[in-house]
């Protein structure tokens, strides 16, 4: 017998499904249903979310001012609401909660039109389009970065953090040890944008470094497929002990062991490193939309938490300087992990779901705020 249903919406990209499956393996430990409604994209996480079923419900974006595309978009979306309606009607929700990207457009609408109670996780420290389309509609808000004071629905919003994976919680139970003289760990990752500059960027500033220093670096290298033989070139000729890959199954373990990261900051970056404390130095994707990878990276390092740096600044003379600061500095860069760490909320997916259950149990955002203050579980 389960407490009833809880219908997650989240588009079909790693960035907003992965919350949403940390948050579903809580809610079903805690003897909720967990539905999972997304489009087409996400039929490949069938067999990795912990889902009693996955729904795909019609969707679209509105990117084009051309008038037929405009309106081909429209159609879909009234279609998907009209999906999105009856599946409510089947299943009977106590509680949807959406994650932001597209396809969480319609089953919200569609939740919010028939009363059923609704909020949204939003992972930046800026509200993605979708999210910000919807939260005049929802009860309550849940924000990664998100200010409680001071934003459009700050009153309903609460800072939950960003549900994390159980590979970063594990690497967050081993201390930051700092390297005085020793080997130094240097941990270089971003998306595929991020991984296209550093593959050039990183190299060069390493080659640029005293040889003293070289020899002291071993390297982990995210870099795309058609960089990585350069990338591997440049170190082999440097001598220096580099693992290069495009993506690492292992990175939360790579992470704990770092002594220094260099990374873009999108939303799961910034948590995970937080959550693990780990001292870095952030260069936000400069193209990214709405700039919140400059916002999500502004929130790490207000509380000392790390460096950002914009790509336009980052000369290969500036970075070799700030690795071989770094490598220099190892008191710094235990504060620096240490106020990482203070700024990580390993307890994002347990927050995230005793605020879906109060807004599930028809609590208001206000009463759980009140739960949260005088230290109850809401």
Known sequence: MTKGIVLLAAGGTGGHLFPAEALAH???????????????????????????????????????????????????????????????????????????????????????????????????????????????????????????????????????????????????????????????????????????????????????????????????????????????????????????????TDMADRIGHAHLIISRSGASTVSEVSVIGRPSVLVPYPYALDHDQAANAAALASGGGAKVIAQSELSTERLASIVSKAMHDPSGMATMAANARKAGKPDAARLLASMVEAIAGGKSIAQFKGAQFKGERP
């Open 26 to 248: 809580e809610l079903k430990a805690g003897g909720w249903s967990v539905h999972l409604v997304t489009d087409s994209r996400a039929e490949r996480f069938a067999g990795k979310f912990p889902a009693d079923e996955i729904h795909v419900v019609p969707s679209a974006t509105i990117g084009s001012k051309n008038p037929i595309s405009v309106a081909k978009s429209l159609f879909t979306l009234w279609k998907g609401i009209r999906v999105a309606r009856k599946l409510m009607a089947r299943l009977k929700p106590k509680v949807v909660v959406g994650f932001g990207g597209y396809p969480t457009v319609p089953p919200l609408l569609a939740a919010t039109g028939m009363g059923i109670p609704s909020m949204i996780h939003e992972q930046n420290a800026v509200m993605g389009r979708a999210n910000k389309a919807l939260a005049a509609r929802v009860k309550a808000i849940a924000g990664g970065f998100l200010p409680e004071t001071g934003g459009q629905y700050s009153e309903k919003t609460v800072t939950t953090g960003n549900p994390v994976r159980p590979a970063v919680l594990e690497a967050a139970n081993h201390a930051y040890e700092a390297s005085t003289d020793g080997e130094f760990r240097l941990v270089v990752f971003g998306g595929s944008q991020g991984a296209q500059f550093f593959s050039k960027a990183i190299p060069s500033a390493i080659a640029a470094l005293e040889p003293a220093d070289r020899a002291r670096l071993k390297i982990t290298q995210q870099a795309r497929p058609e960089d990585r033989d350069e990338v591997v070139r440049t170190y082999a000729d440097l001598a220096i002990p580099a693992d290069v890959s495009p993506f690492f």
